[in-house]
Each structure stands twice: as C-alpha cells, then as structure tokens.
C-alpha cells in the first residue's frame, strides 16, 4: 500500500472506523482486568467510579485525541508537529504516547499467549473431570513454564504483526470487521448463561451496589488507569486511528458508540463472570488470575462446558488482537510517516523489539521471579503499573491539557464538525477536557502518591 502523504490511507467506512476503534477499545482490559480488579476494589463503587470517570474522562479525551488526529492526518508525533510546528515541545507527547503503546504491547503479548494456551487447553479437554484445584494449578503450571509462556508470546506478537501487515484497511479493517462482531456474539451467550445461573442475583448485587467504604486512593488510580486502559487513551492509539479518518466525519456520535459498546462488553463480561463465580462459590477478589482459574472451572460442570470453554478464550484471544494491532500501529505510523520506513520494516522491527521487551515479564512468574524492580514489584507488576497507573494518566492529561488550553479555538471547532445540530457540544466537551479532566487526572495521582496528605 502506498502511504506518502498524498495518498495517506482512510477507512473504508465509518462502520470499519467504529469497529476498528472499538475494537481497540475492547480487549483484555474488558475481559481480563476490568473482572479482576473490579473484585479487588470491592465492587459497586468501583463500578460506579469508573462510570463516572468513563463519562466525565474518558469520553471527553478520547474525542481531544481523534480530533488532533484527524486534523493532523498524520502518526500522534506528526500530528502534533503539523499542529504546533516541528519544534514543538507538544511532539514529546507524541513521543511519549509511541513510548507507552510498545511498552503496553510488550507487556499485553504476554497475558494475550496466556490467552493462546488456554485455547489450547479447553480444546484438548486439559479440564475436564478435575478438581477445582487442579483447574487452578493449570495456571500456576503454566505461567511457571517460561518456554512454553514465551512461545505463546510470540506467536500472538506474530500474529498481531502479519494483521498490522496488511494496512490500515487490508489489515485492521477488515479483521475487525470479523472479529468484533463474534465477540458480541460469544460474549452475549456467556452473559445470558450467567444470569440463568443461580449465581446471578448476587453477580447484580456486587456489581451495582455501592459500599463507599470500600474505596481507597488505589482504588481512584485504579478506575482512573483503568478507564484510560479500556478505552485506549493516553497512548496514541485514538490519535493515529483518528488520522485514518475523512474530514467531515462527525465526531461525537462515534465516540459515544465506542464508549457505549466498550462499557457495555466490560458489564456484560463482569456479570458473566461473576454470576458464574458466585454460583460456584468462588473468591471475586481472586486477582488477575481470576479469569484463568475460576472461568475453566465453571465450565466443567455445564452442559456444552468444553465447547463454551473453547469459544471464551477465542474470544479473549480475539479481542487482545483487535487491541494489540492498534497497539503496534501507533509506533508503525511514527516510523512510516515521520522517518520514512516501509510498513514490513517497521512492523518486524517493532514486533521483534516488543517481544525483547517483553521477556522480562514473561520470566516474571517463573525464572525471574525473585527479581524485583519499583518498589518490590516484579518486572510484571512494575510495568503494568508503570503503563497502565501512570503513563496513561499522564498522556491523556496531556492531550486534554492540549485541547482545553493551546489548541486554537476555531481550529478547535470546525474540526468538531456538527457545529450547528449541537451548539451545546462544543462549549461542554470544552469544559471537560479544559477543567475537569485535567483537575481531576492530577489531583487522583497526587492522592496516591501521598502528596495531598
Ligand atoms: N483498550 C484495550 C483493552 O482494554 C487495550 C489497548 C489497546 C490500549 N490500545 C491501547 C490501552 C492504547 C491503552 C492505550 O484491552
């Protein structure tokens, strides 16, 4: 595919642009984390928190960064470069985002390989007739092998890279086309069986009833990272996808799609697993084992268990490539649009680097798991908290700081588009992104860091 700056690729479609993004947007952090650290925060205010932040946040930053994007129809470096000049400070946002979606990559290859093999595993019926505990110590007995987690890695960096490959519409386009759409479907089956489970009623109780007392600094950091996580800010990702868009498309409806759809997988997905740990009298605040150890388990007891089993973790698997391949376009469009590489250079380059990258969290459960580095944390740990707690934060801090304080207001408008059918939009997503998410990005980190006492 020709990519010089004449001929820069567009999504086919808006639908294509939807499903790209949300596709994006849902991945592991849906499936994966949101579960797990739901349990861990204690539930219904966490829940509610998150929404907020969701809303209030996320929403408003995610239109900051498809809109810098699409004005500057180029990578997140370029795009700041065409928006404030080459010498710019703004381009080290840029920088920064290229820096924290590889990082992210590296760090989510291993978890998504985990993914792989639990494929492998319900395919070949590895839980069928076992304990409880045995299904659990399948975990631990994977993620202690480093060759067998390490050749899980880099086949899903493999695979990731063949998609990204094929461009922006051969490529992630037409995957997410297939993809997302099965995840829909796979995902709906696992809910409507949880709430036909006797676990459901409790799954609703913990999910949407809030105990205040319950919430910690963490837990606001931890909302906090994690609606940046799922909906894919502060890493470039919507900047570089928003690039790929024309002109005059309107904004805001697509990105309260994706949000509306990106929210919805993350409540459908919770309540299915939590029915289902619930009825099975399980420990919500299992930890990011959680999916791995409890989801298997349940399955064994179902009618279809095996079959079920199998098509959840395709669907786990499927939504980490709809998500990783956005990962790894963010620094293949800096290297293409801003040094001139080739797509094949760039992606094997980068894939290979990520995979280098990542090793040290693969070992973190097994060979190097007495290595700590932040504070105690092992290699694992550390870079998700480095990513997710902080980088994120700060990347989408900065779009919004960006969009709310230097961009030029009547580039800023037109930009928006749909100016007309909705006067109240622009001075309330100006509000947002200008006070709100910016006062309340820094005051939640200032909190855990104990600066505010
Ligand atoms: N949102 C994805 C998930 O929930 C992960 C993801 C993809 C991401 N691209 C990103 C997170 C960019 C932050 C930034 O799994």
Redesign the pocket.
């Known amino acids: 595919m020709a990519e010089s700056a004449t001929t820069r690729p567009h999504w086919a479609s808006r639908l294509g642009f939807v499903l790209a993004a949300a596709g ?7 499936i994966w ?1 949101f579960p797990y650290i739901t349990g861990e925060n204690g539930g219904g205010a966490f829940v509610l928190v998150y929404l907020g932040f969701i809303l209030l946040i996320g929403l408003p930053i995610m239109m900051a960064e498809f809109l810098i994007g699409r004005h500057g129809q180029k990578d997140a470096v370029g795009s700041f470069i065409v928006l404030e000049g080459a010498r710019s400070p703004w381009r080290f946002v840029g920088w920064a985002a290229v820096a ?2 590889f990082l ?1 990559l590296s760090f ?1 290859a291993v978890v998504a390989g985990w993914s792989f093999d639990y494929i492998v595993k319900a395919a070949t019926g590895a839980f069928s007739g076992r304990s409880a505990e045995e299904i659990s110590a399948l975990f631990g007995g994977l993620v202690s092998n480093p060759v067998k987690v390490i050749f899980w890695q880099l086949l899903f960096l493999a695979t990731t890279c063949v998609i990204v490959l094929g461009g922006v519409r051969g490529g992630i386009e037409r995957w997410s086309k297939i993809l997302m759409p099965a995840l829909f479907f796979l995902l709906l089956l696992l809910f409507v069986r949880g709430m036909f489970s006797p676990g459901a009623e409790r799954a609703l109780a913990f999910m949407f009833s809030p105990d205040f007392s319950a919430l910690t600094p963490t837990s606001l950091l931890d909302a906090l990272g994690h609606a ?10 919507m900047i570089t996808y928003g690039s790929y868009l024309e002109k005059d498309v309107d904004l805001f409806p697509l990105a309260l799609r994706i949000t509306i759809l ?1 929210t919805m997988v993350a409540l459908l997905a919770g309540l299915a697993i939590f029915s289902i740990v619930f009825a099975a009298g399980l420990e919500p605040g299992a930890g990011p084992g959680l999916v791995f150890q409890t989801i298997p388990i349940v399955f064994v007891g179902l009618p279809f268990g095996a079959l079920l089993a199998v098509l959840f973790f395709v669907l786990l698997s499927f ?2 490539l709809s ?2 391949i ?2 790894l376009e ?1 620094s293949v469009a800096y290297l293409i649009d801003e040094k001139g590489w080739t797509r094949l250079k760039s992606t094997v380059l980068l894939g290979a680097g990520a995979f280098l990258v990542g090793l040290p969290c693969a070992l973190s459960f097994n060979t190097w798991s007495e290595v700590t580095i932040l504070f105690g944390r092992n290699f694992f740990d550390a870079y998700d908290l480095l990513v997710s707690s902080y980088m ?1 934060p700060l990347g989408g801090l900065l779009a919004s700081i960006y969009a709310g304080w230097f961009w030029q207001e009547g580039e800023e408008k037109s930009e928006l588009v749909g100016e007309v059918e909705r006067p109240w939009l622009y001075p309330l997503w100006h509000f947002l992104v200008r006070y709100l998410a910016p006062v309340a990005v820094i005051m939640i980190i200032l909190n855990q860091t104990g600066v505010l006492g």
Do not use: E, W
Not at 228 to 237: C, I, K, R, V
């Open positions: 994006s947007a849902v991945g592991l952090g849906n984390k924290a979606s992210l989510y940046f996580f799922t909906l894919s800010l502060g890493a470039g990702t990106d939504a980490a998500s990783s956005s990962m963010v994120l």
